[in-house]
């Protein structure tokens, strides 16, 4: 994990962002860099989540999407490229307790970590960091890189 001192610089860098595991004890230094930088912080528990339908939902209400939101992975897509419901210069999701999604649904945890990654990559060509923080014990973070 990268100093605390440093993860204010760290998160300004589109070109940064992306999908990374999330060291339990990093939760809050990484929620001070971003609130110094004025990017929300939008928090989903993930606990005992164990489908897709389930993780969809609670996305959903975490990120505050709008009621247009379809429940599918395209509508995920589609939410997290133009979030102009919460405009902000950048965004910190943190994806919390997903070990139990992982391990129950492992299919359809790669492609929430693929659609938030491209996602990520979208935003990051207009210049706005999408970052997504996931809270995995160490068995889970082969899918993940790390800061």
Known sequence: MIPENELVSVL???????VYHLPQR?????????HELDFPVLRVDLSDCADKGDFL?????????????GHNWDA??????DMAW?????????????EHFRIAAEADFITAL??????AREQAAEGIPLWIFVGLTANG???LRTL
């Open 57 to 69: 939902a609670r996305v959903a209400a975490g990120l505050e999407f709008p009621d247009w939101f």
């Open 76 to 81: 995920l897509a589609d939410c997290l490229a």
């Open 12 to 18: 300004q860098h589109p070109d940064r962002a992306g």
């Open 86 to 98: 919460l405009p902000a210069d950048g965004y910190v999701i943190i994806l919390e307790h997903a």
């Open 114 to 119: 693929e659609t938030f990654d491209e996602a």
């Open 26 to 34: 990093s939760v809050e230094a990484i929620t001070r860099a971003a």
């Open 141 to 143: 973070i082969v899918h």
